[in-house]
């Protein structure tokens, strides 16, 4: 089973600031790599897939980066509706699929 | 509009037995292999399980293997979980989520149903 770790667990910000989120995998996982975002209340959305690839309707303003076994996401000019728990998943080796356990990102 | 809606959710002695249903709306649902994805309160998602377009490649997370059983009924564009020996570690929203066509990403989620297991 692939382990995925995220860092930092909380990151707390500024309204316009740019934040980099971390991910590392316990081993390669090619590009197969997708970030989540979850509000609070509500079910994830899908934000990235393969790496860097937008889905729909996602603002540039989010961006991902990486391969192999780390992995970045960066909200740039960073708005009060993106406070949420991010999550990262890999899709290379499975089954199981797996997740990280999410960074928090929290409004100053 | 795609639309995944859970239903069935509820409280479960330990030990008890529940069944999970995910009707399914604005896709052609016999393309997509569908997951359960589960979380529990306050804490990280967790993959469950794998059911594809077809309903013949079936993948459960070791957690479950052996108590859970996933199924799909392609002409009502429905997809089940029966749950069977619950135990409290199972307590958690379930969400029934859409494979990406072409990779393992989850781009559509339901809103998630609560199973709670307690005596």
């Known amino acids: 089973e692939v382990l995925m770790t995220q860092s930092p667990g909380t990151l707390s910000v500024s309204p316009g600031e740019t934040v980099t989120l971390s991910c590392r995998a316990s081993?390669?996982?090619?590009?197969?790599l997708a970030w989540y975002q979850q509000k609070v209340g509500q079910a994830p959305r899908l934000l990235i897939y393969?790496?860097?690839t937008r889905a729909t309707d996602i603002p540039p303003r989010f961006s991902a980066t990486g391969s192999g076994s780390e992995f970045t996401l960066t909200i740039s000019s960073l708005q009060s509706e993106d406070l949420a728990v991010y999550y990262c998943?890999?899709?290379?080796?499975?089954?199981?699929?797996?997740f990280g356990g999410g960074t928090r990102v929290e409004i100053k | 509009e795609v639309q995944l809606v859970e239903s069935g959710g509820g409280l479960v002695k330990p030990g008890g037995s529940l069944r999970l249903s995910c009707a399914a709306s604005?896709?052609?649902?016999?393309?997509?292999?569908i997951n359960w994805v589960r979380q529990a309160p306050g804490k990280g998602l967790e993959w469950v399980s794998s059911?594809?377009?077809?309903?013949?490649?079936?993948f459960y997370a070791d957690s479950v293997k052996g108590r859970f059983t996933v199924t799909r009924d392609n002409a009502k564009n429905s997809l089940y979980l029966q749950m069977h020996s619950l135990r409290a570690e199972d307590t958690a929203v379930y969400y029934c989520?859409?494979?990406?066509?072409?990779?393992?990403?989850?781009?559509?989620w339901g809103q998630g149903t609560l199973v709670t297991v307690s005596s």
């Open positions: 989520v859409r494979e990406n066509q072409w990779l393992v990403a989850f781009d559509s």
């Open positions: 604005g896709f052609t649902f016999d393309t997509y292999s």
């Open positions: 059911i594809s377009s077809s309903g013949t490649y079936i």
């Open positions: 081993q390669s996982v090619g590009r197969d």
């Open positions: 393969d790496t860097y």
């Open positions: 998943q890999q899709y290379n080796n499975w089954p199981p699929v797996t």
